[in-house]
């Protein structure tokens, strides 16, 4: 029997995934409220023994927006998953899928970014830490006979999105008929609806497929044209004020999947395009509330 | 005052590093006996309280000859290291020193390893693992206003060497009366006494050089030469058979470091050239026994 323990499962990206991996019939043990349990000594272990997984999907990170690019908070997750990594390969678990993010790679580089690109020099403390979780636990996979694979993230959005990030919070000003400033826009971006992605990890777990996997769209498209998306599907298009914020420094114009090998390997396409995942999050916003 | 938690303090380098430290008058606090407890969940942070120690020097490691390249137990010292410094930072610790070694640089390039060269593709598990935990470690001690300093370990030999190694098991062999066949030895390497190691490491704990620091003799030796050596203070040069083993497929024709930082910014020099080195080393062993 297939038994997945889902770290972090009441979270943004855990609780589609939890959905995912229900309707593909698998049986979940959430680990979602004890997300914080996961850092206190001896917890990750323990957790193993409760649950017996024969499948972990490690979703669980440090994650408060703005402050996570940055924090030394970061660095007591490295340690946290690998003692849940370890726990769980002495358990005899049979397959691993964490998640990592696009944040491993360095940045500015030309074109789609592929798995196998460099990742020595991550841009934030958040890159390095994840990038280090992962040469470390894909090792100690390899070495203990776990089936391990890492699936990078790039940008999400979508229903119980933190108000603080940018869509969220965009979406929020305009149902309440407040004006926004954004900056330009020009920035190229990978967006994937977080249903998607929740599914693209369901789909990641229960393929064979190992190593580094990009959970992406392999789309690049631009910030400014997401924010017209949400103008367009709030109908408050008049509130946003495109290039009224200077761009950040240092913001680098591209950041784009490359996709192949989950659309390949995995076989996984996702189910919304940009236009009807926005829809579906103003939509969430607009029946949730949160305004 | 200054109180310097040493952990692997009853290892081949330990006991010289408390020596230093003790020699420059710093009070120890010793965690030898505890290694393999640095392993179990929440005795990092046990460790700490009960030592509250200002300074923390991390020589613990797994380490058995031959199989520590490569072994998975690699990877619970990735996450004991990290529990262990967070620890000893949020009780205030002001300074950490580990122990890095020369296997987290890209071996096979030209001339001598600087601290600043290339760590991203370590050609084995322990070099991943260490330079893991270096990038980890060192941004969260930035982080948490810790001095951290990282001095990365080349060749050592001296006193309490694991007879398993190399210069040791040679030593012991001739001083049995063994005859020994060795490769042709001409790999050159930065070998240093482990008295000196120990004392380069007390010296780069007392001071306040950051980030990475090669401990090392910044001197290329071929291999053979340290053979005619041990060969020279045994009285037994004629047992050695240089060349009578096959060189080892892969093995890097030089692994020297540029030791310009421990001599210029920490202000430490060798006390041991080679010579001295190994007939201390060959005196120890003909005294202690373990033949």
Request: with cysteine.
């Amino acid at each position: 029997m297939t038994r997945v323990l889902v770290t972090g499962a009441t979270g943004f990206l855990g609780r589609p995934a939890v959905h995912a991996l229900r309707d593909r019939g698998l049986v979940v043990e959430e680990a979602g409220s004890r997300r914080a349990d996961l850092l206190a000594p001896g917890a990750p272990a323990a957790l193993i023994r409760e649950t017996r997984p024969t499948h972990l999907l490690h979703l669980a990170w440090y994650a408060r927006p703005g402050l996570f690019w940055d924090a030394a908070e970061n660095a007591a997750w490295v340690h946290a998953t690998l003692a849940l990594v370890e726990a769980f390969a002495a358990a005899g678990g049979r397959r691993a899928v964490l998640a990592g993010t696009c944040a491993e790679y360095a940045w500015g580089a030309e074109g789609a970014l592929r798995e196998d690109g460099p990742t020595s020099e991550p841009g934030s403390f958040y890159g390095v830490c994840k990038d280090a979780t992962r040469r470390v636990a894909e090792g100690l996979c390899l070495r203990r006979g776990v089936s391990f694979a890492w699936g990078r993230v790039f940008f999400l959005y979508g229903p119980r999105e933190h108000p603080d990030r940018l869509i969220a919070s965009v979406v929020r000003k305009l149902l309440r008929g407040e004006r926004i400033a954004t900056t330009d826009g020009t920035q190229v971006r990978d967006f994937l609806h977080v249903g998607d992605v929740g599914d693209a990890f369901a789909a990641l777990l229960a393929s064979d497929v190992e190593g580094a996997v990009n959970v992406a769209s392999g789309c690049g498209v631009r910030v400014r044209d997401v924010l017209c998306e949400v103008g367009a599907a709030t109908g408050r298009a008049d509130l946003i004020d495109i290039g009224g914020l200077p761009q950040r420094p240092g913001d680098p114009p591209v950041i784009v999947a490359d996709a192949a090998r989950l659309r390949e390997e995995v076989g996984w396409l996702p189910r919304f395009d940009l236009s009807a995942g926005i829809a579906d999050a103003v939509e969430w916003w607009r029946r949730e509330g949160g305004q």
